[in-house]
Each structure stands twice: as structure tokens, then as C-alpha cells.
């Protein structure tokens, strides 16, 4: 009936894992649970989640070396038994006890692909992860009237639902470079197959908000992935914000100015980023300066 497909790489799933094994055991359907390790180096993980070999229908496995995001998420499919797949990303929580069912009345109607939605605990975390939540809050957890209006662009691989055969067809790509662009290609070509998903309200919590600092390194080098796929021309330049809008900058030739912007006031928007206040326009600018520095430069 359904596999769950877990990654995880330094993260205590264990969790995850039982309250997903909970919910989809009270549903007496068949189902199997299955979790890989991208090759974890914190031991105190690895035990905790070896636990999960305990559970009925679970498995744990570690991998001998790390194969990155998307290749473990297409080994992860590989492997899997039954006709409907599962993804759920290793830092996420189903926040009700409808989750799997939701998900199974979704089967009945037949459709390919469904993504459930994202959300975030509604407490402030600590002041150095205030980008990170503040971004996920505004730009990802979104309800599904807005999810609808760009139904690609607004799906994200960490909670999603899809036939087998379909994915199939529609995999992970294993040849770019692990830059944090895998999803957006694998949207990119669903969109192409033509294949529709179906947006509804079945949330999970993203709980592994790292801090602000990190996340400002994340999503510069998904930038740079950005510019890798369309430079491989494996995705349209319009498909994705940042690029469609640097496009335009460069038709009308101001991009050369902004580039001269002096390092005091990079610095100050660095400095507001990593406040308590972060403003999500600041850190869009900060992005595409990187991007054109980074073009300029490569």
C-alpha cells in the first residue's frame, strides 16, 4: 500500500519514526517504514536511531559513505515495496493524528503526487535562528489557496506523496552538485512531465531551524546552484525568482551599479540579517548581490 521513506544524516529520526509508525499501524493497511543514513558521524544519533529496527515493518540502514540528498532519496525509492511513496524529511513532525490517513483518502481519488504543506512552531526560537523561522514562516509555510496560485514553485520535497511509477519516471537528478537546488529541479520537472500535484492542508513541523548564520550560508550556495542549473540549461531562467529578476537588472543595465555597493553597507545588511529583526527584503538584495558577484567572478 504505502512505503514512508525517511533520510537522515546526523539527526535523531527515531521520533519521527514512531510517531509515523503509530499512525499508520491504527489504519491496518500494509506498509513498511523504511530509513537511511547518509553515512552519520555522531554516534549518539546512530544508536538512538537504530532503535527503529525494533518497530514492525521499520528498517534502519546506514550507508558506508555519503551519497548527498538526492541519490539517497532515489536509493530510498529503490528500495521501497509498495505502489505509494512517502517522503518525509528527517527534521520534520506530523502535527495531527490525521496525517496518514489524510494521505490515504487523498490515494482513493486517485491522484499522483500530493504535497501536505509546511509549518513552524509558533514560539520565537532562540534570537540566533530568527532568519531561519521568520523565512520559513513567510515564504514556505504557507496555507493552500496561496500554495495554488504557483502550485511548482510553492512544493517542497520534505512532505510529499507520490506514485511509484510516476517517480519513476521523475527522479532526483544525481549529477548536480549538492547546492540546495535539488528540489526546485526535481518541481522544475514535474512541471515538464506535465505532472499536476495536488496541494492540501496536512502539514507537518519543520523543526531543524539552524542558525541565522548558517542559513545565510545555505542560501548562498543555493544561489550558486541556481546559476548551476540554469548555466547546464537544466532549468528555465524564469523558473526561479532570483534569476528571472537578475535577467531583468541586466536588460535595463543597473546590475554594473550595484555591484559598486561599498562593503559598509553589505556589512550593516550582514548585521540586520543576524539581528532579531531581519527583514526578508534586505536578505533578498544580500542574495542577488552575491549572485552577481559570484557571475562576475566565476
Known amino acids: 500500500m504505502i512505503s514512508i521513506l525517511i533520510p537522515t544524516y546526523n539527526y535523531d529520526i527515531f521520533p519521527l519514526a514512531k510517531k509515523v509508525h503509530d499512525l499508520v499501524s ?12 547518509d553515512c552519520s558521524s555522531n554516534l549518539e544519533f546512530i544508536k538512538k536511531n537504530e ?43 506530523p502535527i495531527n493524528n490525521n496525517f496518514i490517513l489524510n494521505y490515504l483518502k487523498v490515494i482513493s ?90 496541494h492540501i492542508d496536512n502539514a507537518v513541523y519543520h523543526l531543524g531551524i539552524e542558525s541565522s548564520q548558517e542559513f545565510l550560508k545555505k542560501s548562498l550556495e543555493s544561489v550558486e546552484g541556481a546559476l548551476y542549473l540554469r548555466n547546464n540549461q537544466l532549468i528555465e531562467t524564469d523558473y526561479i525568482k532570483i534569476l528571472s529578476f537578475y535577467e531583468r537588472l541586466k536588460k535595463l543595465k543597473i546590475n554594473k551599479a550595484l555591484m559598486l555597493l561599498p562593503k559598509g553597507i553589505l556589512y550593516q545588511i550582514e548585521k540586520n540579517l543576524l539581528s532579531e529583526q ?13 549572485l552577481m558577484r559570484f557571475e562576475r567572478n566565476a
Not at 26 to 37: A, R, T
Not at 69 to 82: C, P, V
Request: aromatic content about 14%; charged content about 25%; hydrophobic content about 40%.
Open 109 to 198: 481519488k486517485n491522484y499522483e503526487i500530493v504535497y501536505g504543506g509546511i509549518q513552524y512552531l509558533p514560539h520565537r526560537p532562540h534570537k540566533s535562528q530568527l532568519l531561519r523561522w521568520h523565512y520559513g514562516n513567510i515564504r514556505e509555510a504557507l496555507p493552500v489557496d496561496e500554495r495554488l496560485k504557483k502550485p511548482y514553485l510553492s512544493f517542497l520535497t520534505l512532505n510529499f506523496l507520490i506514485k511509484k511509477s510516476v517517480f519513476d519516471k521523475v527522479k532526483f537528478n544525481e549529477s548536480i552538485p549538492n547546492l540546495r537546488h535539488e528540489d526546485t529541479l526535481f518541481s522544475f520537472e514535474l512541471k515538464k512531465a506535465e505532472v499536476s500535484i495536488l
Open 278 to 290: 531581519p527583514s526578508l527584503k534586505l536578505f533578498d538584495f544580500y542574495r542577488l548581490h552575491y
Open 26 to 37: 491504527s489504519q491496518k493497511i500494509d506498509f513498511e517504514i523504511i530509513c537511511i543514513d
Open 51 to 93: 532503535q527503529i529496527n525494533t518497530l514492525e515493518n521499520s528498517t534502519y540502514q546506514i550507508l558506508k559513505k555519503n551519497i548527498g540528498r538526492s541519490s539517497i532519496r532515489n536509493l530510498l525509492a529503490e528500495k521501497a515495496n509498495f505502489n505509494w511513496l512517502l517522503f518525509l524529511d528527517a527534521d520534520t513532525m
